[in-house]
């Protein structure tokens, strides 16, 4: 089955810096790769996500790259804010007509100092 | 609507007690999701609903029971639990179970089992 591998576990910044989460994954069919931030106590929420036919993908201050060939992703977050202190976790899917088989990686706990 | 609900919030029950969660989306979503997600951990997949029917199911003990009456409802129907049971439970949904579905995240019932 997928494993999904996430680092750093932990990730400090100053406010205005740049954050680098990176995910490799094992199964070569997964073939989306979504990033969910989680505030302590609160669902998951879908920050952005990326398909297997694209390299990388960009929402404002979001951005994720994706190397299929090395089986690993990363999320980019610049002129990090306070806000975006919380634990993000990425993942790996593959679907067919029984499901979508979701593995979470660990967690990142992005703590952004002011 | 583009929401994802639960109910109950919070649930505390005995280890004799008969519980159920719910589950519910409006969103016309054919495919149906339950996690459970322990403190500091990502979430787990327990069961997949793909058009009312159950698909995927990820050997969870048959202590959680799932239902799912139509295409916008899903339950967890608990009994006997175990204190180890304690934990978020989290409802999902996404569009179908092809490849590369979105998956939307209700708030979860978070559960503690005396």
């Known amino acids: 089955g997928e494993n999904v591998e996430q680092h750093p576990s932990t990730l400090s910044v100053q406010e205005g810096d740049s954050a680098v989460i990176k995910c490799t994954y094992s199964?070569?069919?997964?073939?989306?790769f979504p990033w969910y931030k989680q505030e302590l106590g609160k669902r998951p929420q879908l920050i952005i996500d990326i398909r297997s036919n694209v390299g990388e993908k960009k929402d404002q201050r979001i951005a994720v790259t994706l190397n299929k060939t090395a089986k690993h992703f990363s999320l980019h977050i610049t002129e990090t804010q306070p806000e975006d202190s919380a634990v993000y976790f990425c993942?790996?899917?593959?679907?067919?007509?029984?499901?979508?088989?979701?593995?979470f990686g660990p967690g990142t706990r992005l703590s952004v100092l002011p | 609507d583009t929401e994802v609900t639960q109910t109950p919030k919070h649930l505390v029950m005995g280890m004799t007690n008969k519980k159920s969660l719910k589950c519910e989306q409006h969103?016309?979503?054919?495919?149906m999701y339950w996690y459970k997600q322990k403190a500091k951990k990502p979430p787990e997949l327990m069961f997949v609903?793909?058009?009312?029917?159950?698909?995927i199911n990820e050997s969870v003990p048959s202590r959680f029971s799932p239902e799912c009456p139509n295409s916008s409802l899903l339950n967890l129907h608990l009994h006997a639990l175990q204190p180890e049971d304690s934990a978020l439970y989290l409802c999902a949904s996404s569009q179908g179970t092809a490849s590369q579905e979105t998956q939307y995240f209700g708030p979860g019932t978070r559960l503690l089992v005396l």
């Open positions: 969103m016309g979503h054919r495919a």
């Open positions: 609903y793909s058009y009312e029917k159950l698909s």
């Open positions: 993942a790996a899917s593959y679907g067919d007509n029984y499901g979508q088989n979701f593995v």
């Open positions: 199964d070569s069919a997964s073939n989306y």
